[in-house]
């Protein structure tokens, strides 16, 4: 699925996660909207975005 990489980051949301291709300065995303997988999940650590693509153009 393709995500929109938007000119105004997602309000509320803080990702440290620097090596996703919508992650931008400040510590904030840039997709259009996330996913936060897993359903039925029980701590912190098992939960992860789905939203997340490898930074593979190499520039920011
Ligand atoms: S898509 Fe997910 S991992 Fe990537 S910057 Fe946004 S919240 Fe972070």
């Known amino acids: ?3 929109d990489k938007t000119k105004e980051p997602l309000d509320g949301v803080k ?3 620097n090596t996703c291709h ?3 300065m400040g ?3 840039s ?3 996330i996913e936060i997988q897993p359903r039925n999940a029980s701590s912190t650590e098992e ?3 789905g939203t997340f693509r490898p930074n ?3 520039m920011k």
Do not use: E, R
């Open 31 to 33: 997709a259009s909207k």
């Open 22 to 24: 919508y992650h931008v």
């Open 27 to 29: 510590d904030q995303c």
């Open 47 to 49: 939960t992860d975005c």
């Open 1 to 3: 699925m393709h995500i």
């Open 15 to 17: 990702c440290v996660v």
């Open 56 to 58: 593979d153009d190499g």
